[in-house]
């Protein structure tokens, strides 16, 4: 016979099971979701799944605000993915400046690129806007972000290793040292997003970064930049050099330099004498005396630009993204546009109704598939588009060179020859084909300059050379299009 009570049994509070998921991450270290890494990635996708009910423990080595020289220059589209994550206010606060786009320099002549007014998903009719900021400034206030989240612990500890099922070979969390004693802590999904040195990728991961040059930083003080509220890239004899506000009184100075340079040579002076001698004498005159005022100073630092294709998360139990799954030059300043895209696209992925339980590896593993091959329409195009342009704005060959005056003289066409390049760079036009589409104008716009300035007798000269300048053009295009269609 049943047992009949007189009065109902009560269901558990929320705000009792919002205390018992906190004293399982703290005391047990126990969550739905544990995430390695505190960075821009790391606390985006902690808040997006902590407010969709999932508890989570979000580990971080250093809870001191980093300083970084990259990092510091958001567009649109991804402003517009922090919006639909509902971090927009991290932007403020922190002496963020607006960015309406790019000049471009090219032997001192200027062309100015603004981000689009319409263009496939445009916003509001109203020309989109970037953001650019003190990188540190910004994590500060993710971290913040990450911390008012009832569902999220943020624990500052170092992990060392992941805890791996010996049998299923299936991740059940991280080993990690907190103030020098051993810490352990489990979940059934890990995401891990320790960014660009990661420590787990070659384990988990078969392609290896490839960096060939590094961007040596300064900031300068008060810089007198020709167009304010704008990114501005150099172009002449070296590689491209980048210059934008990241404060109402500093400018960012991004100075590529490939590896074994040979102005950047010790008996040249090393780096500095390769600032002093080749780099000053190219900027323009308004921005010389602070940037020789900055590099008196000496605050310079370094930071590589690489090169990782993407993979297809495929072991149980764990998701690598971000910088530690994939990698572009950071001409562009693509990488967090990615980041805040991905995600909004793994939260949507991820939701309750789409996967009740975590630990249904089967069904996290089928949905990293599909996350892996639905972000391509945006991070394709903007992986592709920064190696094609470092190549093209490093040009160290005649026919790079002459790729390089076409894409200039392509900008000076204006109209659609602006919009659509600085609409797939700026993340608002998610469509391969139109990355595609523009290169190859480029690429004949080079020839038909080649053409042009040629005499009649010297044309069967002039089209060999055309003929190596669009083999070049595929050369620099095709490699990274084929990898990620591999990948």
């Not at 309406?100 to 109203?126: F, S, T």
């Not at 003289?409 to 993340?427: E, I, K, M, N």
């Not at 080649?450 to 009649?456: P, R």
């Not at 002039?462 to 591999?486: G, N, Q």
């Amino acid at each position: 016979m049943p047992l009949i009570l007189d009065s109902p049994v009560e269901s558990p509070s929320e705000d009792h099971i919002f205390d018992c998921s906190e004293e399982r991450r703290r005391l047990h270290h126990e969550a739905d979701v544990v995430v390695v890494g505190a960075g821009i990635l790391g606390c985006a996708i902690a808040v997006a799944l902590g407010r969709q009910g999932r508890s989570v423990i979000l580990l971080e080595k250093s809870l001191k605000e980093p300083d970084r020289i990259v990092g510091e220059l958001l567009q649109p589209g991804g402003v517009k993915a922090l919006e639909k994550l509902g971090l927009r206010d991290c932007l403020e606060e922190i002496d963020a400046i607006v960015v309406k786009g790019y000049e471009v320099i090219y032997y001192g002549q200027e062309v100015h690129i603004p981000y689009p007014e319409e263009v496939v998903g445009g916003m509001d009719g109203k020309r989109p806007e970037g953001r650019s900021f003190h990188h540190g400034r910004f994590i500060r206030r993710l971290r913040e972000a990450a911390m008012k989240q009832p569902n999220v612990t943020v624990i500052e500890t170092t992990v060392t290793d992941v805890v791996k099922n010996g049998w299923t070979g299936q991740i059940l969390g991280v080993e990690s040292s907190t103030k020098g004693k051993k810490d352990y802590f489990f979940g059934p999904l890990t995401i891990i997003a320790d960014g660009y040195a990661s420590k787990f990728r070659k384990e988990y991961i078969r392609h290896t970064p490839v960096s060939r040059s590094k961007f040596w930083g300064l900031e300068l003080i008060d810089a007198d930049l020709p167009l304010p509220k704008h990114g501005h890239v150099v172009l002449g004899d070296g590689a491209p050099i980048l210059l934008y506000q990241i404060g109402t009184h500093e400018t960012r100075a991004l100075i590529d330099i490939p590896e074994n340079l040979p102005s950047a040579s010790i008996a040249n002076g090393g780096v500095k004498g390769h600032l002093r001698n080749t780099v000053l004498p190219s900027l323009p005159k308004c921005v010389q005396s602070s940037f020789s005022a900055a590099l008196d100073k000496g605050a310079l630092r370094s930071m590589p630009n690489s090169f990782l294709p993407p993979s297809t998360n495929k072991t149980p139990g764990m998701i690598m993204l971000g910088d530690a799954m994939n990698m572009r030059h950071p001409l562009t300043g693509g990488g967090m546009t990615v980041a805040f895209n991905d995600v909004v696209l793994l939260r949507d992925l991820l939701k309750p109704e789409a996967v009740p339980d975590l630990g249904d590896t089967k069904a996290v593993l089928r949905q990293m598939s599909t996350f892996h091959w639905r972000r391509k329409n945006l991070t394709s195009v903007i992986n592709i588009l920064a190696q094609a342009l470092y190549s093209l704005f490093a040009a160290n060959d005649p026919h790079l060179k002459a790729l390089q005056r076409g894409c200039f003289r392509y900008f000076q066409r204006g109209g659609q020859c602006v919009d659509g390049p600085v609409g797939l760079l700026a993340g608002i036009i998610r469509q391969p084909l139109v990355l595609f589409y523009h290169f190859f104008a480029v690429a004949l716009l080079a020839i038909w300059i080649v053409l042009c300035e040629t005499s009649v007798w010297r044309l069967p000269a002039a089209l060999m050379r055309s003929v190596r300048v669009f083999w070049k053009a595929c050369v620099v295009i095709f490699p990274f299009i084929f990898s990620e269609l591999r990948s």
